[in-house]
């Protein structure tokens, strides 16, 4: 289904990952101009792309950057069971099986290419830079799920009961968790439209998909200093879902030499649609600058890609 809006074409897509699941994919490209960059969108959990994140891939694809996006097995209009993680690394894959698959077309081989991860797409988007670390020319990393915050965390003896039950009843609706919605959202309209956005999952989550929650938290805080391409890293003050100390970690010792953060006072956890209009511009400022300055300074990743071809080259005559 494609369409025109104003200065950009809309388009979606279902594909079959590598298990014969239909998930659901989707695009915002710049219409009369080459794409700057390439964005691929990694949304949060219970989340999805072409709804929730349309006002974000709207505001980067009207700055001239092609947006791609794609709803995780479980979540959004893709198959599986509603709101079920059974194994990141499963995501990891689809993610990147799409994205690279996009990349690799002949009209984007020589654009640069960038990840934008919110919450658990912060993770997922840490988890395809560590799968493949020279591919990626960046990201933006928006309240990463490296931690989640004391306030939506369960007891620990509550975690280890539930984690002992995991598989045998891995996909049961019974880990005690507060509305998250209540907590990541500031503006109250837009908590009423998430709750009445049919493809965002608002019951508690799974016994596996929490397992898999703070198993991929736990190695994604471990192994901080590994991450070295360039990012951006934001997050609100006042968030009480991800943890921001730890985004402030993964600044101080990854091994990146191209690293930003931005702390928001009084913002909380949905920074990219969940505050009021004029923080949300303050947030999307910070975020195409940064977008801006390093998809104009030259594409590295190929000068090297080309360079070690040549070099090949030079090698086998």
């Known amino acids: 289904m494609a369409r025109d809006a104003g200065n950009l074409k809309y388009d979606e897509e279902f594909i079959l990952n590598s298990r014969e699941l239909k998930l659901f994919t989707c695009q915002w490209i710049p219409l009369n101009q080459e794409p700057k960059a390439l964005i691929f969108i990694c ?22 950057f092609a947006v791609y996006g794609i709803d995780y097995e479980g979540h959004g209009k893709s198959s599986g069971l509603e709101g079920y993680v059974e194994s990141m690394d499963k995501i990891i894959e689809d993610c990147s099986e799409h994205f690279t698959s996009i990349c690799e077309k002949k009209e984007n081989r020589g654009k640069m290419r960038y990840l934008l991860g919110e919450s658990m797409g912060g993770a997922v988007a840490l ?61 109250p309209q837009v908590r009423q439209q998430i709750r009445a956005n049919p ?30 391409f360039p990012f951006m890293v934001l997050h609100g003050e006042e968030d009480r879902v991800t943890d921001k100390s730890v985004s402030s970690q993964l600044f101080n010792v ?23 209009l004029e923080n949300i511009d303050i947030v999307f400022k910070d975020i195409i600058e940064w977008l801006e300055k390093r998809a104009t300074q030259g594409n590295t990743r ?16």
């Open 127 to 187: 988890l395809l830079h560590r799968k493949q670390p020279n591919f990626w020319d960046g990201a933006v990393l928006v309240a990463p799920m490296c931690k989640l915050a004391d306030d939506v965390k369960p007891h620990p003896v509550v975690i280890n009961v539930l984690t002992k039950l995991c598989n045998v009843i891995p996909t049961w609706r019974i880990i005690p968790s507060k509305d998250i919605i209540d907590v990541a959202f500031k503006v």
């Open 43 to 64: 949304h949060g959990y219970a989340m999805e792309c072409s709804i929730t994140m349309n006002s974000t891939a709207n505001r980067l694809a009207n700055q001239g």
């Open 199 to 228: 493809y965002c999952y608002k019951g508690r989550p799974r016994l596996k998909t929490g397992y898999e929650l703070l198993r991929t938290t736990g190695n994604i805080e471990k192994r901080l200093e590994e991450v070295s």
């Open 302 to 317: 190929l000068e090297r890609e080309l360079k070690q071809r040549n070099d090949c080259l030079s090698m086998s005559k």
């Open 254 to 276: 990854a091994s990146s030499t191209d690293k930003t953060i931005k702390l928001y006072p009084g913002m909380w956890h949905g920074l990219l649609y969940g505050e009021p």
